[in-house]
């Protein structure tokens, strides 16, 4: 492995130790660590800029749900030090800001080719080595890639009847336009109500003359509490960081320091648990779930959480026949990514807002200037699809990934992705993934995951280095055994009763796998640190110039 990009014997392609497909935080965070390891590298990045998810998603009231003093990278004592956030959770400029200070200030922008999507990757097993086209024509060759492609970052247009001859603007809040959008004087509909819609509905209310929102699915969503951040408050974090960051990445399940629970909710009595959540309540964001300790685990314990924010609901929502409407009743608190809001609710009692429910219908048809749903003609001028993501496989599926005789990521992953640990899949060598399916991931504060990905990435190349090994692979017998371990602990949990995306049932003929590991970042980590350990239990790898397997498990 060199350091610097050379031409390969026999080829004019450039050739890089790594390729690395995506400049997100994934993306940034692993071109700084393989640049000081001294390998050289190449990151091809779609977008015209770094930052990932918070380069595309910059529709109205977008911003973090995690609190912006964790959602913030820790391998550097100095940015964590320097940064100044704003707010308790920071909004999506100021995030995208943070990413493109991040690649300014480690000057990775040179190793970045903007504008260029990685098309191919196919491993030509005479060289040991990668090709990867791109989308100006070019091929390069790489050692290794790896898969920095973001979980939410292929947005999903709907396949709805009469949408491409809806005559006004169609926006997707996962691919917002950079000179924004006025919505003033404007009749909007918005499809859906996750995270997105939840965030954008208040602030588009504000602009629109009408907001109709279709909703199918209503969703539990957490007062945000947002506000901006004193320099008291940020010096407090500051001064405590190495131990907030300790506990979120080796204690918290969710790579989130906060107070952590003791006991189950049946443990209290309803008085006592209805303080505690209106507590959680009051101080907002994602932690309510935190309240008690089996809320995931225990249809019971989470029935008494759903109920309390149920009542809420109703309690915010003066119409009852809307509240009623807007109270989740299908799936368990949580097992859908629980939402955090600012005004959610409280759009919903604004002249200038409908709430259509097509629980039972779906929309119907999209007219040249109207939604039809449920019988009833919805005339609209604008149209926001608030539809999500095709999650954690949707960017890894849209590049051809090859490997021997041929075989694509996609045969293989047919059934539902196969991967060991979430950082490999058998069959593909030397193709890595940050965050992918089988790791906690999506289930995570990303930034936690992301670090632990890369540093666990960037040790094992240069273990591989240091050992004279070229070639490493995940087994079928450990990715087997993951993939069961994966699965065996989602269905302890109430997470698969629900129509998720982390379940893949938001994608019509998607297969319905959980696609997460639940065990917990820091259970998580401690697995990967001893596997490593173990000198990669479970991962074949060949030495230079002999195909002898140094270590199998
Ligand atoms: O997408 P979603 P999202 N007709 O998939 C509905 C992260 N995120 O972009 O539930 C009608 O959650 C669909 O209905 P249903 C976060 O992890 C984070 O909002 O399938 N409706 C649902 O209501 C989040 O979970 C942040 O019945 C249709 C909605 O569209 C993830 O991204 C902010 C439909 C899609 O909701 C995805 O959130 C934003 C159709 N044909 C996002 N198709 C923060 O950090 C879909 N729907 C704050």
């Known amino acids: 492995m060199s350091a610097a990009p050379s031409n390969a014997e026999n080829s004019r392609e450039p050739a890089f130790d790594v390729v690395v497909v995506g400049a997100g935080f994934a993306g940034m965070y692993m071109l700084h660590r393989l640049r000081k390891l001294g390998f050289s590298a190449r990151v091809y990045e779609q977008g015209s800029d770094v930052g990932g998810t918070w380069y595309w998603n910059r529709y109205p009231g977008a911003r973090c749900d995690v609190e912006s003093m964790q959602y913030s990278y820790s391998f550097s004592e100095e940015l964590q030090q320097e940064w100044n956030w704003s707010e308790r959770y ?80 169609v926006y997707h809040t996962g691919h917002w336009p950079h000179e924004g959008v006025d919505f003033t004087n404007l009749r909007v509909g918005v499809i859906g109500t996750g995270s997105s819609a939840i965030q954008s509905v208040p ?69 006592a648990r209805r303080v505690k959540y209106e507590q959680r309540w009051a101080k907002g964001g994602l932690t309510f779930m935190m309240a008690y300790n089996n809320l995931l685990l225990d249809q019971t314990a989470n029935d008494t959480a759903a109920s309390f924010v149920r009542d809420k609901i109703a309690e915010i929502v003066r119409d009852p026949a809307i509240a009623r409407c807007l109270q989740p009743d299908n799936h368990p608190i949580g097992s859908k990514r629980i939402c955090v809001d600012t005004d959610y609710y409280a759009a919903f009692n604004r002249p200038n807002v409908t709430l259509v429910d097509i629980r039972a219908t779906g929309v119907e048809e999209i007219l040249p200037n109207a939604v039809r749903a449920g019988g009833q003609m919805h005339e609209i001028d604008t149209l926001v699809l608030a539809t999500g993501f095709d999650a954690m496989t949707g960017s890894v599926a849209k590049i051809d990934i090859r490997s021997r005789d041929g075989r694509t990521l996609n045969q293989k992953w047919a059934a539902g992705p196969k991967t060991y640990l979430g950082l490999m899949s058998e ?50 017998d450990a990715e087997e055994q993951w993939v069961a371990h994966v699965n065996e602990v989602a269905q302890m949990t109430v997470y698969p009763q629900a129509n998720s995306w982390y379940m893949g049932a938001n994608i019509p003929g998607k297969p319905r796998i959980f696609m997460p590991y639940i065990g917990g970042v820091g259970v998580y980590r401690r697995i990967c640190n001893e596997v490593a350990a173990a000198g990669y239990r479970g991962f074949a790898m060949t030495a230079r110039q002999t195909d002898r397997l140094a270590a199998t498990s």
């Open 90 to 169: 920071a909004p999506q400029p100021e995030i995208l800001k943070y990413a493109q200070h991040v690649a300014d200030r480690f000057g990775l922008r040179q190793d970045i080719v903007f504008n260029t999507r990685v098309e191919r990757a196919e491993f030509d097993e005479g060289c040991g080595a990668w090709q990867v086209a791109t989308s100006d024509g070019k091929t390069v060759r790489a050692q290794f890639v790896v898969l920095a492609t973001g979980c939410l970052s292929n947005a999903r247009m709907p396949d709805i009847k009469g949408l491409p001859d809806f005559e006004g603007n």
């Open 203 to 271: 602030l588009m209310a504000e602009q629109a003359r009408h907001l109709f929102v279709f909703q199918r699915t209503p969703n539990f969503s957490i007062p945000a509490r947002n506000a901006a951040l004193t320099d008291e408050e940020r010096d407090a974090v500051r001064k405590n960081y190495p131990e907030i960051r300790r506990v979120a990445r080796e204690e918290a399940r969710n790579g989130i320091y906060a107070e952590m629970p003791d006991r189950g909710a049946l443990d209290d009595g309803e008085n």
């Open 427 to 476: 069959g593909f060598p030397n193709l890595f993934i940050i965050t992918g399916p089988g790791s906690p991931s999506v289930l995570s504060n990303m930034i936690v995951s992301i670090e632990q990905h890369v540093d666990w990435i960037a040790d094992c190349l240069a273990f591989m280095r240091n050992h004279g090994l070229v070639s490493m692979e995940a087994t079928p």
